[in-house]
C-alpha cells in the first residue's frame, strides 16, 4: 500500500469508528466495481461487517480525501516548479487535513494578479517595513522620509505602501489563517439586520429582521432561514467576533504574529496596522469561509434530514397485493378515479362529481359502488389534498350501503405528494399512454398504497416534499445522497423478478436504467424469467452486473427454490450443505425455522464463506424472502374533527407522522393541515433528535394545544406530563369512531405548518420554507 492510500484509510478508519483493514478491504471492492448494497450484504467478511451507512460514509469521504491527495500533489508541484519548496513546508502540507489548510499554506505561492502590495515592493518599500519591525523606538514617519521617491511622493505614502506589504503577508500566513479561523469558529457571533424597506416583503423572515446568535451553535434550519433572508435581499448577513470581547481577541492573535511587545511609536503603528488588516482584508476572508463552512454544515444537515425522511417513508408498510381503488379527489373537476388488480394493474377508471357545482352524490356513489363490487375492492385509498375528507365521509357513506355480511374495503387516507409529477411524467406516458393525466394520478394514488416503495421511485425524491429548504442546498449533493438512499431501500426489500417495474428493477445494485429496461424488453419478449440464471441473457448483462444484481432479485415458485430467497447464486452451495444436513428437500425446509435450528452456523464456514454469510444463509432459509418493512398499520380520524376549525385544546387525537424536521415532527390529525409537535414536547425527557422519538408514517397519540384558524397553526404535544386535563376533547381513544385512515406511508401535504408560541412559530417559519 502506498503512504497516500495508507493515509486515506487510516483518516477514513477514524471517521467511521473502523480499522484501517477494513477500509482498505473494501476500498479495493468499490474500486473494482462492487456496488454499497452488494458490499453491505454479501461481503460482510472483507469489511469485517460495516453496515451500508458506514459504507455510504466510507465512499464519500473516499472521493473527498482522494480529491485532497491530488490538490496536495498538484501545489506540492508547483510550488517545487517555482523553486519555494522548504522541508518546513513540504512537511506542513503533507500534514494539512482539510482543503482549506493546504489552500491556506499555498496562497503565498499562488499566482495571482498585480496587488498594491507588488507595486509597494517594486518602489522599494519593503525595506521600510523591516526598518519599522526591527526597531520599534523609531518613529515610522522619519523612516519613511529616507524611501521617498518619484513614485512615493510623501511619508504617507510610504508608510500606506508599507502596510500592504504587511497586510498580504498577513493574508498569506498559513498559521495566522488558522489560529483565526479556529477563534471565529468557536466565538464569532452571526448577526442579520432587516434591510431598509423590506419590512413588508419580508415579513415571514421578521424573526431575523435583528437578530444574533452563536456561528458555532446555530441549527441548520436557522441557517438556512437566515441564507434564504439574504439571499431575497430581506436581511444583511454578518459574521463577526463579539465587538466587546471577540474583536481584542482577534486583534490580539494578528499582533501577536507580527510581535508587538511595547508601545514605542513602531509598536503603536503596526498594533494600528494589525487593526486595519482585520478591518479591511482578514475579516472579510474569515467571513467568506465561516459563511462557506455554515453553508455546508447546514445543507447537509438538512440533506441528512430530508434523507432520513425519504428513507423511511420508503421504506413505509405496504397494504399488499389486494384490488384496491384510488380515488383523487376534486371539487370543480371532479374526483378521478382508477382501479388496480392485486399486481397493480390498472383495470378500470371514472369520473364522478359529488361537490359543487354538479353536485351529482347519487350518481356519484352508484359508481363507487359498481366498481366495488365489480372488481372485488379491498382496499381505497383516498388522496390527502383537496376535498380529501369530504371524499372520505362520501366512501363512508358508500360503504355503509354494501349488504350485511359483505366484506367491506378499508378506505385508508393516502399522501399525493409528487403523484402531479408523476402523472406528467415521460414513464406515466409510456405506461399509460391512452389515459388522461389527471386519471394517472388516480393510479398512482392506488398503487402506493400497495406497495409506497414500488411506485415512489417513479418519482424524483425532491418531488415527495419531506425536506426543509431543499431548493436551496446543494443540488448535486442532495441529489446523491438521496439516490443512495433510494437504492439501499430498494435492495434492502428486494423485488419481483417477474413482477418489478422498468423504474424499479433501476435501483437495484449493478443494473440502472439501461439494464433495467433490457430485463424488462426481454421478459416481454420471452416470458417470466424461471430462473435467476436466466438473466444471463438479458442483453448487456455480463457476469458483473450478475454478480451485483441477483441476490437482490427473487423469483417466487421458479425452477430453483433458492432464487425466491436472498441468498445470492454463489452461496448456493453452502445452502445446500445445510439442507442436506437436515436431511429434507430444499423446498420443505424452507421457512421451517425448527428443522434448523438444531444447527450451528460454525460447522458451514470454509475458505469461501465465513460465519456472518453462514449466519445470514440460515435466517433466509428460516424466513425465505422476508420484509424488512413493518406491517400496515393506519391512524383512525375523529369522527366530527373534519378541520382546523373542529379543533379545540385539549383534544386527544391519533395521527401519522407525514414528515421529522430538526426541531419537531409534523402530523396529520385529518384537517387538511398538519400540526406540529414540537421537539420539546415529543415526550417526557430531553430529546436533541426527534428522530429518536418518531419517523415518517409513524401512527402516534397527540393531544392538542394551541390552535391558529387565521394562520392555520396547530399546536401538538405526545408529552404525558402536560396539559389542562379540564379542557374540552375529542372521545376516548377507545370511543373514537373510525372516521378515516392514515396510512404509515404518508407524507406531508404542501401546505405543512404547524403551531406557534415562540418556539412553535419559530419553527412553522422554517417548515414553510421547504
Known amino acids: 500500500m502506498t503512504d497516500v492510500a495508507d493515509r486515506i484509510a487510516r483518516t477514513i478508519a477514524a471517521d467511521i469508528d473502523a480499522r484501517p483493514e477494513q477500509v482498505t478491504a473494501t476500498v479495493a471492492l468499490l474500486d473494482g466495481g462492487d456496488t454499497v448494497p452488494f458490499v453491505a450484504r454479501y461481503r460482510k467478511e472483507v469489511t469485517g461487517g460495516l453496515d451500508d451507512t458506514q459504507l455510504r460514509r466510507l465512499a464519500e469521504r473516499l472521493e473527498y480525501l482522494r480529491d485532497l491527495e491530488k490538490r496536495r500533489a498538484s501545489i506540492l508541484s508547483e510550488i517545487t516548479s517555482q523553486g519555494k519548496l522548504t522541508d518546513a513546508l513540504a512537511r506542513d502540507i503533507a500534514k494539512a487535513d482539510t482543503k482549506a489548510v493546504l489552500e491556506d499554506l499555498y496562497l503565498p ?4 494578479r498585480r496587488t498594491k502590495a507588488m507595486i509597494a515592493r517594486e518602489n522599494g518599500l519593503e525595506p521600510l517595513l523591516r526598518a519599522i519591525l526591527a526597531d520599534r523606538t523609531a518613529e515610522p514617519a522619519v523612516l519613511a522620509k529616507g524611501y521617498l521617491s518619484e513614485a512615493v511622493e510623501t511619508e504617507k505614502d510610504a508608510l500606506t505602501g508599507a502596510r500592504d506589504i504587511l497586510a498580504e503577508e498577513l493574508g498569506e500566513n498559513a498559521a495566522l489563517l488558522g489560529r483565526l479561523r479556529q477563534l471565529m469558529q468557536s466565538e464569532a457571533l452571526i448577526t442579520a439586520k432587516v434591510n431598509k424597506g423590506k419590512e413588508e416583503v419580508g415579513a415571514k423572515f421578521s424573526d431575523y429582521f435583528d437578530h444574533s446568535e452563536k456561528w458555532a451553535a446555530i441549527p441548520s434550519h436557522r441557517a438556512l432561514a437566515i441564507l434564504r433572508a439574504a439571499k431575497e435581499d430581506i436581511v444583511s448577513v454578518d459574521i463577526a467576533p463579539d465587538p466587546d470581547t471577540g474583536l481584542p481577541r482577534v486583534i490580539g492573535i494578528i499582533a501577536s504574529e507580527i510581535g508587538i511587545p511595547g508601545d514605542g511609536p513602531g509598536d503603536m503603528w503596526l498594533r494600528e496596522a494589525a487593526a486595519w488588516t482585520w478591518r479591511i482584508k482578514l475579516s472579510g476572508t474569515m467571513f467568506m469561509d465561516l459563511l462557506a463552512e455554515l453553508r455546508r454544515r447546514a445543507h447537509g444537515t438538512a440533506i441528512e434530514v430530508f434523507a432520513r425522511n425519504l428513507k423511511d417513508l420508503l421504506l413505509a408498510a405496504p397494504a399488499g397485493a389486494r384490488a384496491t381503488l384510488g380515488l383523487d379527489p376534486g371539487i370543480r373537476t371532479g374526483c378521478k ?9 390498472l383495470i378500470d377508471t371514472a369520473t364522478i362529481y359529488p361537490f359543487q357545482p354538479k353536485n351529482d352524490l347519487r350518481g356519484a356513489e352508484e359508481t363507487l359502488l359498481h366498481l366495488i363490487r365489480k372488481h372485488g375492492v379491498a382496499l381505497i385509498a383516498i388522496g390527502n389534498g383537496t376535498a380529501s375528507r369530504e371524499s372520505e365521509k ?8 354494501l349488504p350485511a355480511g359483505t366484506a367491506r374495503p378499508t378506505p385508508v387516507i393516502v399522501s399525493e405528494a409528487g403523484a402531479s409529477v408523476y402523472s406528467a411524467s415521460e414513464l406515466a406516458a409510456q405506461e399509460f399512454p391512452d389515459v388522461d393525466v389527471s386519471i394517472r394520478g388516480a393510479v398512482s394514488i392506488a398503487r402506493r398504497l400497495q406497495d409506497p416503495l414500488a411506485e415512489l421511485v417513479k418519482i424524483e425524491p425532491q418531488a415527495i416534499g ?9 443540488q448535486r449533493q442532495l441529489a ?12 434492502a426489500v428486494g423485488v419481483d423478478l417477474n413482477m418489478a417495474s422498468a423504474p424499479l428493477l433501476s435501483h437495484i445494485a449493478g443494473l440502472g436504467p439501461s439494464l433495467a429496461q433490457n430485463i424488462v424488453t426481454h421478459r416481454d419478449a420471452n416470458g417470466a424469467f424461471k430462473s435467476r440464471k436466466a438473466l444471463l441473457k438479458v442483453a448487456g448483462l455480463g457476469p458483473k452486473a450478475f454478480q451485483q444484481c441477483a441476490g437482490f432479485l427473487r423469483i417466487p ?18 445452502a445446500r450443505k445445510i439442507v442436506q444436513a437436515c436431511g429434507r428437500d430444499v423446498r420443505s425446509i424452507m421457512g421451517d425455522s425448527g428443522a434448523l435450528s438444531g444447527l450451528r452456523a460454525e460447522q458451514f464456514v470454509d475458505d469461501s464463506f465465513g460465519l456472518p454469510t453462514v449466519r445470514d444463509i440460515l435466517s433466509e432459509l428460516e424466513k425465505p424472502g422476508r420484509d424488512p418493512r413493518p406491517a400496515f398499520k393506519t391512524a383512525t380520524f375523529a369522527e366530527g374533527i373534519d378541520s382546523i376549525t373542529d379543533l379545540k385544546p385539549g383534544m386527544s387525537l391519533e395521527g401519522t407522522v407525514t414528515n421529522v424536521a430538526a426541531f419537531g415532527a409534523f402530523v396529520d390529525i385529518g384537517v387538511h393541515q398538519d400540526g406540529l409537535v414540537h421537539v420539546s414536547q415529543l415526550a417526557d425527557r430531553f430529546v436533541k433528535d426527534p428522530h429518536e422519538v418518531v419517523k415518517a408514517g ?12 387565521p394562520r392555520k397553526r396547530i399546536g401538538l404535544t405526545m408529552r404525558k406530563d402536560g396539559g389542562d386535563k379540564s379542557s374540552p376533547r375529542a372521545a376516548p381513544a377507545d370511543k373514537q369512531k373510525p372516521r378515516g385512515k392514515a396510512p404509515m406511508s404518508a407524507a406531508p401535504k404542501a401546505e405543512s405548518q404547524g403551531a406557534f ?9 422554517r417548515q414553510g420554507s421547504k
Not at 466 to 474: E, F, K, L, P
Not at 698 to 707: A, C, F, G, M
Open 109 to 112: 505561492y499562488k499566482p495571482k
Open 337 to 345: 378515479i382508477a382501479v388496480v388488480d392485486q399486481t397493480g394493474k
Open 394 to 401: 362520501l366512501v363512508g357513506d358508500v360503504l355503509k350501503r
Open 466 to 474: 419531506v425536506g426543509q429548504y431543499q431548493h436551496d442546498v446543494d
Open 480 to 491: 446523491q445522497s438521496l439516490a443512495a438512499v433510494v437504492e439501499d431501500a430498494v435492495n
Open 557 to 574: 415458485n421458479g425452477d430453483e427454490p433458492l432464487d425466491a430467497s436472498s441468498v445470492h447464486p454463489e452461496a448456493y452451495g453452502v
Open 698 to 709: 409513524d401512527v402516534v397519540r397527540v393531544r392538542v394545544t394551541e390552535v391558529d384558524v
Open 757 to 765: 408560541g415562540s418556539a412553535l412559530a419559530d419553527a412553522f417559519k
